[in-house]
């Protein structure tokens, strides 16, 4: 699965930004693939050994335990192939990949931005899915020759083989994905076509709706049959919610000037400050991450709240500012649009930007005063 300009005021979307860095947190990088890292979910292993301990638990021995989790790693393997066939349909388009993360539920692809042109959406989400039949297809042909090439085995005992039960399983994950509901490949094609023809915000929406009106059933059918389906439902839901939101969002912010949602009641640090002094400012107002000037009002750094944090606890108030601020950061200029400052702070995982005006440091942008904005902006024009 992967992640006409109406504004339309919708609440702020969960913080995505907190998930994938719980995401990132509790990952390992295990291969480089075409530039693209590939990271395993440290809940990838808790779910090899469960279902370890679970074929053991029935009495299977320990042969048949592992190579039923085997099994597993190899299914789990072409969700990498397919995350890396939507990779390379975006790298077509010119849209980098920043990683790949495995994960119990499937994979994840995180692009650095989404198609603009509806078409490459639609082969971006076609791909993966396309993956999966290609696999299928030369399964199944090697599934053919195995049985022809046993006189005692028939097609069909030859199905029910390990490598039968791969090819069903690919082409599960492909119909699957394909049905048209966010955050599924489908609901990704689904909004592509319709935003041939309607606004973009309006073919999200409609794409949205479907998708919780599917969870709504995945959810039902859970309670009666496989409770696995209200994990699904529960997925499809919020990955529904927050897909149609994000795009409210960036359409309510297009157009806007960083100037005028800017936070311009700000403080600053100095790298010679005291730690003692950020954690006093953090206690007494709602400012959390803090630009850090030079002596001619020069940002130089950026202190974050979790950089402060871990600082205190490993050195108490005794350290500087300067040794614990980070030197690589992102900046806006006052005149960029908003949605290219929301994009910007989306893709470098910062929790502000520093807005200049001929180098000068006039305010500051995060997501949530982003949100803030569009908040108000959607009352005033209600009232």
Request: net charge neutral; hydrophobic share 55%.
């Amino acid at each position: 699965m992967v992640r006409g300009r109406r504004p339309v005021v919708t609440p702020w979307p969960p913080d995505l930004g907190s998930v994938e860095n719980v995401i990132v947190k509790w990952s390992w990088k295990i291969a480089t693939v075409s530039g693209i890292p590939v990271y395993l979910h440290a809940t990838f292993l808790v779910l090899i050994a469960f279902l370890l301990v679970a074929d053991l638990a029935r009495g299977e021995g320990l042969r048949a335990a592992l190579g039923g989790a085997l099994f597993v790693v190899s299914i789990f393997a072409t969700v990498v192939l397919h995350e890396f066939g939507h990779a390379f349909a975006a790298r077509y388009y010119g849209i980098r990949t920043k990683d790949i993360t495995l994960l119990p539920i499937g994979g994840i692809a995180r692009l650095e931005r989404l198609p603009d042109v509806p078409r490459q959406e639609l082969w971006v989400a076609l791909a993966g899915p396309a993956v999966n039949i290609v696999i299928a297809v030369v399964g199944w042909v090697a599934v053919v020759l195995f049985a022809l090439g046993n006189p005692n085995l028939d097609l069909r005992s030859a199905t029910d083989t390990p490598l039968g039960r791969f090819v069903a399983v690919n082409v599960w994950l492909a119909v699957f994905n394909m049905i048209p509901a966010f955050p599924m490949d489908g609901g990704r094609a689904l909004r592509a076509l319709l935003a041939e023809r309607l606004e973009y915000v309006r073919a999200t929406e409609i794409a949205a709706n479907l998708g919780q009106g599917l969870a709504l059933v995945f959810g039902f059918l859970g309670l009666f049959s496989n409770p696995f389906l209200i994990f699904i439902a529960l997925f499809v839901w919020m990955g529904a919610s927050g897909e149609s939101a994000a795009v409210s969002v960036r359409s309510a912010i297009a157009g806007i000037p960083v100037s005028r949602a800017m936070i311009t009641d700000f403080r600053t640090l100095y790298e010679v400050e005291p730690l003692q002094r950020a954690a006093e400012l953090v206690i007494a107002g709602s400012q959390q991450d803090f630009p850090v000037v030079d002596g001619e009002g020069r940002v130089v750094g950026i202190l974050t709240r979790d950089a402060l944090v871990r600082a205190l606890s490993e050195h108490g108030l005794s350290g500087f500012v300067g040794d614990v601020m980070t030197r690589t950061f992102q900046t806006a200029d006052a005149r960029d649009l908003l949605d290219q400052a929301f994009t910007r702070l989306q893709e470098c995982a910062c929790p502000v930007l520093p807005v200049l005006d001929g180098g000068r440091l006039v305010g500051l942008v995060t997501a949530d005063n982003i949100g803030e904005y569009v908040m108000i902006r959607g009352a005033l024009r209600r009232a």
